[in-house]
């Protein structure tokens, strides 16, 4: 079967750093994408990684582990309105199966 | 340009009775896919359409779920005989590329509720 692990809540407070990690266990394992998703919105793509590493789109980082089964995003400098839910997303199959984790609520605090 | 869209934005329905939900996907993307998503819970994938090909309906969680796509573009997701514990917020997302499913653009959502 497939699943996925995240942190159910996590709290930063405005400016820091704030990692928020996802384990999975996926056969025919491609990739790993994340979203974010405010109160009654809809999810917005973040990044994905397909390859080991780290990918870098403007405060938010996503990095890839596919030895460790692990990824995690990151997201600096944090603002207010980064609280949202933050879902990470194991893709296989040829890409077309999608899984997604639970989410993980993110509460950023002044 | 105009995004993915969905109706209706709500529907209440009694225990038994058959629904319909619409999707109309972004112009030009290819891939079309069905989640539904519980009060606090992650997405669950139901269907996936890709172009011409058979749709991929492993998510399906019944018989009593299913889905359409005509002209490679408008998708509608039917509920027949709707039980309570189909109540929830069910999404369409659409993608540009077959080979990039990753990057998928959501709808509002279909928030639906059985009574």
């Known amino acids: 079967g497939q699943s996925l692990e995240q942190p159910s809540e996590v709290t930063a407070v405005e400016g820091a750093i704030v990692q928020i990690n996802c384990t999975y266990q996926?056969?025919?394992?491609?990739?790993l994408s994340w979203y974010q998703q405010h109160d009654g919105g809809a999810p917005t793509f973040l990044s994905y990684n397909g390859l080991d590493g780290l990918e870098e789109t403007g405060r938010f980082s996503s990095f890839l582990s596919r030895s460790d089964s692990y990824g995690y995003l990151l997201l600096q400098e944090l603002q207010m309105k980064d609280s949202a839910s933050y879902f990470c997303?194991?893709?296989?199959?040829?890409?077309?199966?999608?899984?997604f984790g639970t989410g993980t609520k993110l509460q950023v605090i002044p | 340009g105009a995004g993915v869209s969905q109706s209706p934005s709500n529907k209440v329905t009694e225990k038994g009775k058959d629904v319909e939900l619409r999707c109309d996907p972004i112009?030009?993307?290819?891939?079309l896919y069905w989640y539904r998503q519980s009060l606090g819970q992650g997405l669950e994938f139901l269907i996936y359409?890709?172009?011409?090909?058979?749709?991929?309906k492993s998510g399906l969680p019944s018989d009593r779920f299913s889905a359409e796509r005509t002209g490679g573009s408008v998708s509608t997701l039917t509920i027949q005989r709707t039980q309570q514990e189909d109540s929830a917020v069910y999404l369409c997302a659409s993608s540009p590329r077959a080979l990039a499913v990753y990057e998928q653009y959501f709808g509002p959502g279909t928030r639906l509720t059985v009574t």
């Open positions: 997303a194991a893709h296989s199959g040829g890409y077309q199966k999608v899984t």
């Open positions: 996926t056969s025919g394992f491609y990739g």
């Open positions: 359409f890709q172009g011409n090909s058979a749709p991929d």
């Open positions: 112009s030009g993307h290819t891939a």
